[in-house]
């Protein structure tokens, strides 16, 4: 089976930085993907890490590490905006659909 | 263009009733899903098309019945619906077999069974 866990809050001020962490449990693993989700909205792509090592795509970065699986989404120069449900995901065993975890309520105060 | 549209955005329906939601992709993505999204709780894949074959089904209930009728096109067919299938229909595409974790996602379909 496949299973992810993340914290299901995580609070902020603007201008801060925020670490979202994922463990992983999966069978046949070929990367870790987060998706950033508000209220009322659909899911958006932000990554993709298949390789250890960090991505960095803007204020947004994301870090994979297999040997640990284990993985986090990093939110620099936090803002309003950001408040929003972020999820890693990984592919099924087929290799045909993401698995979502539970999803982080990120909260970003002035 | 990197847009998956949806049609309605809502739908109220009553349990006799039969409708259809549809969606639809111009990016050359030759994997469709659907996918069923409740309240506070992360998307749950339902079904998977790839190459306008159902490849996943994932033990949805028959009153829920997807159709592929090209690579662009995708619909699921409502019938008989329960009050707790309510929810946010989900949309999305990506390129085939999906290794690269990436998918686009639609607006999605908010339905209400009443």
């Known amino acids: 089976g496949q299973s992810l866990e993340q914290p299901s809050e995580v609070t902020a001020v603007e201008g801060a930085i925020v670490q979202i962490n994922c463990t992983y449990q999966?069978?046949?693993?070929?990367?870790l993907s987060w998706y950033q989700q508000h209220d009322g909205g659909a899911p958006t792509f932000l990554s993709y890490?298949?390789?250890?090592g960090l991505e960095e795509t803007g204020r947004f970065s994301s870090f994979l590490s297999r040997s640990d699986s284990y993985g986090y989404l990093l939110l620099q120069e936090l803002q309003m905006k950001d408040s929003a449900s972020y999820f890693c995901?990984?592919?099924?065993?087929?290799?045909?659909?993401?698995?979502f975890g539970k999803g982080t309520t990120l909260s970003v105060s002035s | 263009d990197t847009e998956v549209t949806q049609t309605p955005k809502h739908l109220v329906m009553g349990m006799t009733n039969k409708k259809s939601l549809k969606c639809e992709q111009h990016?050359?993505?030759?994997?469709m899903y659907w996918y069923k999204q409740k309240a506070k709780k992360p998307p749950e894949l339902m079904f998977v098309?790839?190459?306008?074959?159902?490849?996943i089904n994932e033990s949805v209930p028959s009153r829920f019945s997807p159709e592929c009728p090209n690579s662009s096109l995708l619909n699921l067919h409502l019938h008989a619906l329960q009050p707790e299938d309510s929810a946010l229909y989900l949309c999305?595409?990506?390129?085939?077999?999906?290794?690269?974790?990436?998918?686009?996602f639609g607006p999605g379909t908010r339905l209400t069974v009443t």
């Open positions: 990016m050359g993505h030759r994997a």
């Open positions: 999966t069978s046949g693993f070929y990367g």
């Open positions: 890490n298949a390789l250890d």
């Open positions: 999305a595409s990506s390129q085939e077999g999906d290794r690269g974790g990436e998918q686009y």
């Open positions: 995901a990984v592919i099924n065993q087929a290799g045909t659909a993401l698995i």
């Open positions: 098309y790839s190459y306008e074959k159902l490849s």
